[in-house]
């Protein structure tokens, strides 16, 4: 990357590909979040299920043939 002297603006091109650059990271990295936090959801809801067997106090749909919690 070549170096411009201080106080000189950069060039049109180069702030473009640079905007276009950090909206890709953003995206990119925005893509992979929800997938993360899906995880870590659907992972609480099979604890909470499997609580639910040991402990019949814990609300449970009774028409679910399956008995998954809700």
Same mark, same amino acid.
């Given at each position: 990357?070549?170096?411009?002297? *201080? ?6 091109? /180069?702030?473009?590909?640079? =905007?276009?650059?950090? #909206? @890709? ?8 979040? *929800? ?6 959801? /659907?992972?609480?809801?099979? =604890?909470?299920?499997? #609580? @639910? ?18």
């Amino acid at each position: 990357m070549v170096r411009r002297p *201080p106080g000189k603006p950069r060039c049109q091109k /180069t702030q473009r590909e640079d =905007e276009i650059h950090q #909206r @890709d990271r953003r995206q990119e990295h925005a893509e992979k979040r *929800p997938e993360r936090e899906h995880q870590t959801g /659907t992972l609480a809801k099979h =604890e909470e299920c499997a #609580r @639910d067997q040991h402990e019949p106090e814990h609300e449970r749909d009774v028409n679910d043939p399956n008995g998954t919690c809700h």
